[in-house]
């Protein structure tokens, strides 16, 4: 079997400030910066086959590319994704922000999501096996059989801007200059719950669990499959939401609110799209209206300070709106200000560990409080699975039940 190996990011790649504006990846030494060569993992060897179409499929990932013009990929047959530098004869090209359809540099997006599903599934599933100690026994706390625990989570890089034909936004004028890379360069992530049209079609409950997610490569943006919170963020839409349900209004904000969460507490860092929001284009549109670009510094933050009181009032259309993004910051917050209260209380190391993304292997240290919050997290979307429709005040409930299931 080859040894298959690709240039990813560990968690972003990193812009230097002389450079944003250029939208270049800094360079360190002969490679981008935070460009790390890693061994996959979970990862099927007819990938040399379907690699070349931008299909990888593996234990935890399947992985697709739409972009309508793609060249087909053939560094696939050497078992290698690397997109260190500008090498013809070993069909490598180097990581390219600035034109997002350049060949074969284009191809990183699917190895970066194959690579960031696969360390996300790896996570969620140590703490549902390796990383459950029996608090209601031999069995752990958790079950070991959990949504897509064993079914490959969908992903779709290069996804164009679908939001117009679904009636939100409109598509630029064909006279455009740069029509085609605004209708192909999707400023967005997103992840679709398609469980019920399965269910719909097949005329039966689905024994799957079905929650695609599919990644721009954006305009404005830097390409959102680069950066590990968004795969992260996307993913647990299709892990944990199947789990806690997050039914009605204040539920769709409980849902975004735990999926910035879950990337804040893998990562261990307190933003999420510090890369995608460096976009060189952004950063010009940020000068046209008198703003300085460096004020934007991330997509969402775990440090923001809105409360409960201050639910449904982003302003949409000048009207005070409900906005499950905006809304789940009260949330994810919340959320955030508890993990950082149990490290101050239980701030020993050494006692716990996760895995690590260079390999997958449990090596990781974490905090006594880190470990403490993650399983109470993760037992309160088990509690809020009982219930329906969800409620901040039902979260906060669930996490006071979570805490004394596990820790009595």
Known sequence: MLPFT????????????????????????????????????????????????????GTHA?????????????????GTWHFAKDDPIAFEARTNEQDQFAEPAEHQDEI???????YLLEYIDHLHRAGDPGTFGSSGAFPEDYPNSATPLPATVHIPDVFPVLGQGEYPPPDDPEFVQKVLGLDNAFALNATPIVEELTGAKSPVVINPTSYGHGFLFNDTALEGTV??????HAVITPIA???GEEGSALNEGQADSWAFTITDNASLGDYVVAGYRLRQEFRNVG???????????????????????RLISGQPSFEEHYDGEIYMSTMWDFREMLNRMYPQTNLFTRPIPDTGAPTKAITKGTNIYERIFLGSMYVLGTTSPDTMVKARDAMIIADKMLYS
């Open 245 to 247: 349900g997050l039914e």
């Open 291 to 313: 703003r300085d670009p460096d004020s934007i510094g991330y997509i969402r933050s775990a440090r923001s300070t809105l409360k409960y009181s201050d639910i449904a009032t």
């Open 62 to 78: 399947v992985v697709n590319n739409a972009l309508a013009t793609k060249q087909p990929f053939a560094q696939a047959a050497l």
């Open 231 to 236: 795969p992260y963020h996307e993913g647990t």
């Open 112 to 118: 970066n999501a194959f690579f960031f599903t696969t």
């Open 6 to 57: 690709a240039d990813i990011y560990p968690k972003y790649p990193r812009i230097t400030q002389e450079l944003k504006d250029q939208g270049i990846i800094s360079v360190c030494g002969d490679r981008p910066c935070d460009q790390v060569r890693a061994t996959l993992r979970k990862f099927d060897q007819s990938n040399i086959v379907t690699g070349l179409n931008g299909t990888l499929t």
